[in-house]
């Protein structure tokens, strides 16, 4: 039984290891030029290995989205919390951008449709509940084209933070400021954030 584990903790520190790896390769290059053979060398393990986890590098590609897709997921439920801080919980999402940078860097670079997508769809239902309770449960004056817009405006702020400020952990709060703005700006006091700043 405890050999079983081993076995099972090991297989998952490998498929660890390559997604680690890929992430990190994608903060360097485009993803159409990450071979199998360089993948291996930057995670550590033979190609056998890699095989044993994965038939090819989109199969990776895959894994990574779904991995970080409910990290992200996963941060944005504490929306849900009665009384939360948005700054506290934009801060969060800031920082969870900067862990994954490399990832996000590359699929801002070349347009990952896919990812932002998710991403936007995630963001959807959190902003309506959020909404909701600063209501009372009131949700009668919700358009649904003010919650992609904030989706899509936030996610563009964060690709500024990467891509133009390098993921620099020091302006963080600089872009807690640009979404809280860039929310009041366009929406007023229709925003569910106005006033939980």
Known sequence: MTKDRTQDQRYINCDEAILDALSELMGETSFETISISR?????????????????????????????????????????????????????????????????????????????????????????????????????????????YAYAYGIVAICGCFLIDDGADLKLIDKYVDVILEFIERNYGSRSPYIGQK
Not at 64 to 69: A, G, N
Not at 86 to 95: G, V
């Open 39 to 147: 993948l291996c060398a930057k995670a550590r393990v033979t190609r056998a290995t890699f095989y044993r986890h994965f038939p090819d590098v989109r199969s990776a590609l895959d894994a990574l989205e779904d991995k970080i897709f409910n990290s992200f997921v996963e941060v944005l439920k504490q929306f849900y919390a009665p009384n939360v801080q948005h700054r506290l919980l934009f801060r969060k999402l800031l920082i969870f951008t900067h862990r994954e940078q490399g990832y996000f860097r590359n699929a801002y670079k070349h347009h990952n449709v896919k990812m932002y997508r998710r991403i936007v769809r995630a963001m959807y239902p959190i902003a309506v509940r959020t909404w909701a309770d600063t209501r009372g449960g009131n949700i009668s004056r919700i358009n649904t084209l003010d919650y």
